[in-house]
């Protein structure tokens, strides 16, 4: 494997033409079949979908990547049984519980994308706790999508800007992409730059379907909790061996 540049050698990522992103969204999938594949209970599997998930924020700290959003619990998961979502839902409180001073020290700014409605009182409290403790952060931003569905949030975001109009706040000529991106869980976070999935699946799941759209796709034949500082490398330089091209010609054609 070559070695991959850091942002301070590159620049930022993005439409600019340099070759380091600017974001990296990740679909951390496989907890389950890593578990099954042991013998352990889907739990465990989770257990250690947590520990890859603080490798991959120090890997991504690290190499100086500046936004890292991770696809943590969908709407769709409530189809789950209780006592799984459950256990997801403990993991959370774990995460931010052990986590969230160190992560607050370090400058990340944690957001959490996705609907409140439906989740319970106390990871109400904590979501509100961890994002209002490191909204004042600027070195890192980790997004975690946590009772979230891209669909879901595309429909929220054209309640919210039909509300304006109704109300007589904008006019409906007014609405533009940049308007309705910044109505979106994710105002103010660049639009991912590479999309990584893990456990050799090849889909979106629903996943950051508005902002994905110009995304460099990455399938990646490992399960979410043997992942770490390698294949995030590994999917940054199969990032930086394609030509973005963002809708215009590829370089050289006539």
Not at 218 to 238: N, Q, Y
Not at 239 to 252: M, N, P, T, V
Request: hydrophobic share 40%; proline share 4%.
């Amino acid at each position: 494997m070559t070695s991959v540049p850091t942002a301070s050698q590159t620049g930022e990522g993005g439409p600019d033409g340099s070759d380091f992103p600017d974001h990296i969204a990740i679909i951390m999938d496989g907890n389950g079949r890593w578990a099954k594949a042991r013998g352990f209970p889907r739990a465990v599997g989770h257990e250690r979908g947590v520990e890859a998930l603080r490798r991959t924020v120090e890997a991504a700290q690290d190499i100086g990547l500046r936004n890292l959003t991770v696809y943590s619990f969908s709407t769709e998961n409530w189809r789950r049984p209780v006592a799984e979502v459950n256990a997801l839902f403990g993991l959370l409180k774990a995460y931010v519980k052990r986590d969230l001073n160190r992560l607050a020290s370090e400058g990340v700014r944690i957001r959490i994308l996705g609907t409140r409605e439906g989740l319970p009182e106390d990871i109400l409290e904590l979501v509100d706790r961890a994002e209002a403790r490191t909204a004042k952060n600027s070195a890192f931003n980790l997004c975690i999508a946590f009772n979230y569905g891209g669909r879901e949030e595309i429909v929220r975001a054209a309640q919210k800007l039909a509300s304006d109009v109704a109300d007589g706040r904008i006019e409906a000529s007014e609405i533009t992409e940049d308007r309705f991106t910044a109505a979106l869980d994710t105002d103010g976070i660049p639009d991912p730059d590479i999309m990584i999935r893990t456990s050799g699946e090849f889909r979106l799941s629903n996943f950051l379907n508005w902002q994905a759209a110009y995304a460099e796709l990455v399938f990646m034949d490992v399960l979410w909790p043997d992942f770490g500082k390698s294949h995030l490398l590994e999917a940054i330089e199969i990032y930086r061996s394609r030509e973005r091209r963002f809708g215009g010609l590829a370089s050289g054609a006539a």
